[in-house]
């Protein structure tokens, strides 16, 4: 299958653009899409052999369920059932944007999109090519990340080629996303309602509205029993081996100075108050201050790729603080280093 990339205004999205794709994802075809946190791999969620092609895709296990996207509030009751009201209240809160919430599955959504489950994660996304594609497919977008299983998730539509060429119809290009890390996933079907991944939306956001929310995310290493979906440890994963270090900042550098010295082809992810301690003998990438965590959220993923074009066999990078989005990059670093964390004293 040939992939075309059609370049979309990510303000005003060219209508004649947005039909294109449209018409593939009714035909029951698959089109990557820029969401304001990454880009998706979407199909039409009410067409089980569309939402199919998406697993053999990304090569992702039947076992991992799918985000179902709407365009409006309205088509919630048409995904989900039994919906609480704090389902509404953070809806009214957050969305659009980067919160996908866990309610009972509605029986018009096929049982593959959910890998069988009876919940169904439900999101509506904050960007205007992604709701134009919505709205004129006329149906919910079934949309996992467009990378390959595993592979950091795609935050230009580079990535997405770079992955899955060959595997998809469409992909619209608009732009690299602005948060670019994945939704937080609140699950709404438990009491108290529990974070199973956190994402552009912060725990501590998220309590202000609603004080019992726990974090309940699991890091599963590869091999151990699932008992949730997606929450396998090996995720976001470059090809190098990537160490994380925790610990106070000197003793941390400290440390990644000893190892750049030891090690032959090595690349780190610095924060810009950290580059020029680190900077000899290695490729150094400049994450951004860790005054502006937003800005290194943004850039984190395509940091990853980037050093494994270098092929660098190893990636030093020192752990942000555990709070506000500082726990989602956290949470991305511990999956990409597959839970090899150095603490530095
Ligand atoms: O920001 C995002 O969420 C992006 C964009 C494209 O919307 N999508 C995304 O999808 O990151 P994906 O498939 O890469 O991650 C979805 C996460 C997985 O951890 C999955 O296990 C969880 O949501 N999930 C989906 N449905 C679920 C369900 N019914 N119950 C529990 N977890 C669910
Ligand atoms: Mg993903």
Known sequence: METRILAVN???PEPGVIETAAAVIRSGGLVAFPTETVYGLGADAANPSAVEKIFAAKQRPASDPLIVHIADLDELAQIAVEIPSLAYELADAFWP?????????????????TAGLAAVAVRLPAHPVAVALLRASGTPIAAPSANLFARPSPTQAQHVFADLAGRLE??????????GLESTVLDLTCDPPAVLRPGGITLEALRELEPSIVYATRHVASGAAVSSPGMLLKHYSPRAEVRLFTGARDAVLAQMRKQIAELANVGILAFSEDVESLGNHAVVIDLGSTQDLSAVGRKLFGSLRQLDEQNVDVILVRAPDRNGIGETIWDRLYRAAEGRVIEAD
């Open 10 to 12: 990510n303000v005003l």
């Open 97 to 113: 944007g980067p919160l996908t919430l866990v309610l009972q599955r509605s029986p018009r959504i096929p049982p593959n999109v």
């Open 170 to 179: 469409i992909i619209l290009d608009g732009g690299p996303a602005t948060v």
